[in-house]
């Protein structure tokens, strides 16, 4: 069995296969951060990426949003080359990298042109973008969506299948959603069901993402629990993912969910990406951390140099 990620450095993480990651994760009890950012925003430190900052408050794995595999744009990286942003990052943070893909049906997505969401060909979810993402040294790949973008699950499971064909032995594959993305009549209870855990696992999914209780409508810490519990029946790990916009609350409510998380049994859990556009705020993300494993985890990965 890997080493449990709570206790790696960065050299640990360097040389771990998918069968290491999935190991080290699970073997952690549900004390895994990871956190989402943007990079095509500004960084809220100006110079410094928000991935960077994300890491020095507890993250574990930095999840990148709106990443484009065919135009890779991280605000506030040394410049490289386009293909080794994600090497370049690994090396200043010696994290576990992951990227959002999203399977879109188009019929279904919002006139989303004017905002922030709007779509590109290099973060659709297609077996060409995840092999690219995967040249780039991208760890886990999640299929999911953004508001207004019309990711339903069966798109999902039916990208799950044509990505895990070529790269189920290379990429850690993540699938579900963190709110409607939408799709009318997937919402609330909706959002995921059993029957979708089912698919998204016969599809190839290694990790179910399902909202953190308290974020949707109708989604209770008894309902998550009850499709975690079916979803490690099945062999496969859970995130639980705050992508309500709620990383941007107050810290008691950051803790109460953060502790219905843990009591649903997640194995990893996800804070968003939009305290204000671009990460959670800094403060939420050490206080989630410290909220399901204490001052002294947090603190250790808060401290360790990537340089170990």
């Known amino acids: 069995m890997a080493k449990r990620m709570l206790d790696c450095t960065a050299s640990d993480l ?5 069968k290491d990651y999935l190991s080290s994760i699970a073997a952690s009890e549900g004390r895994v951060i990871a956190c989402e950012s943007i990079g095509i925003t500004m960084p809220m430190l100006v110079d410094v990426t928000n991935a960077e900052f994300a890491a020095s408050m507890g993250a574990d794995i930095l999840l990148l949003n709106m990443f484009d595999v ?3 744009v991280i605000n506030g990286l040394p410049k490289v080359l386009p293909e080794d942003t994600v090497r370049e990052l690994k090396r200043l943070t010696g994290r576990m990298i992951g990227i959002n893909l999203e399977p879109v049906e188009e019929r279904m997505a919002a006139a989303n042109d004017e905002t922030l969401w709007r779509m590109s060909e290099g973060r659709k979810a297609t077996a060409a973008n995840a092999h690219r993402a995967w040249q780039m040294g991208v ?5 999911t969506g953004n508001p207004g973008n019309g990711v339903s699950n069966r798109a999902i499971t039916d990208s799950l299948r044509s990505i895990s064909a070529g790269l189920g032995d290379k990429l850690v594959l993540a699938a579900g959603k963190m709110h409607a993305s939408g799709v009318l009549g997937e919402g609330g209870e909706a959002i995921i069901t059993k029957s979708d855990i089912d698919e998204f696992i016969e599809a190839g999914a290694d990790i179910i993402l399902l909202p953190a209780p308290g974020t949707v409508p109708g989604i209770t810490m008894e ?3 009850a499709l975690i519990a079916h979803a490690h029946g099945r062999g496969a790990l859970a995130i639980t993912a705050i992508g309500t916009s709620q990383e941007g609350a107050d810290t008691d409510t950051i803790r109460r969910i ?3 998380c843990k009591m649903a049994g997640t ?3 996800h ?3 939009t305290g204000y556009p671009g990460m959670a705020l800094p403060e939420n993300i050490m206080t989630y951390s410290v909220a399901v494993r204490g001052v002294r985890h947090t603190y250790h990965r808060m401290a ?3 340089n170990r």
């Open 304 to 306: 360790v140099s990537v």
């Open 267 to 269: 194995d990893i859990h």
């Open 271 to 273: 804070i968003g990406d």
């Open 14 to 18: 360097r040389n771990f296969t998918k």
């Open 70 to 72: 065919d135009k890779p």
């Open 223 to 225: 309902y998550v629990r």
């Open 139 to 143: 760890d886990l790949v999640l299929l």
């Open 258 to 260: 953060a502790l219905m």
